[in-house]
Nanobody, 124 residues
Framework: QVQLVESGGGLVQAGDSLRLSCAAS????????VGWFRQAPGKERDFVSA????????YYADSVKGRFTVSRDNAKNTVYLQMNSLIPEDTAVYYC?????????????????WGQGTQVTVSS
């Protein structure tokens, strides 16, 4: 069992930056691929980004490519999502999730463990 805790959300203005953290308790994240998803009010949960445990390859949704960066610090057992140039359309609850798989990382069903989510609100 992997317990994930997101933090770093908040209310910011358009153009600002935020860094979300996804920390694991008890179990190391170094052997897990971690994905970020987000869910805006009234919408489905969408893939944002992922970082593989093997090789460290990163993946991004087109809507955030060039603005968001995912990284991991295995020594701190934490994965980060750096979000720059935020726009109101980025407003959502952001979730991190973990899986031992290396493929199909854009699909929610690939992930076995989920955090509780952190709210990001971007005002115009």
């Amino acid at each position: 069992q992997v317990q994930l805790v997101e933090s770093g959300g908040g209310l910011v203005q358009a153009g600002d930056s935020l860094r979300l953290s996804c920390a694991a308790s008890e179990r190391t994240l170094s052997k897990y691929t971690v994905g970020w998803f987000r869910q805006a009010p009234g919408k489905e949960r969408d893939f944002v980004s992922a970082i593989r445990w093997f090789g460290g390859n990163t993946y991004y949704a087109d809507s955030v490519k060039g603005r968001f960066t995912v990284s991991r610090d295995n020594a701190k057992n934490t994965v980060y999502l750096q979000m720059n140039s935020l726009i109101p359309e980025d407003t959502a609850v952001y979730y991190c999730a973990a899986t031992s798989r290396l493929v199909s990382l854009g699909l929610q069903e690939t992930y076995d463990y989920w955090g509780q989510g952190t709210q990001v609100t971007v005002s115009s």
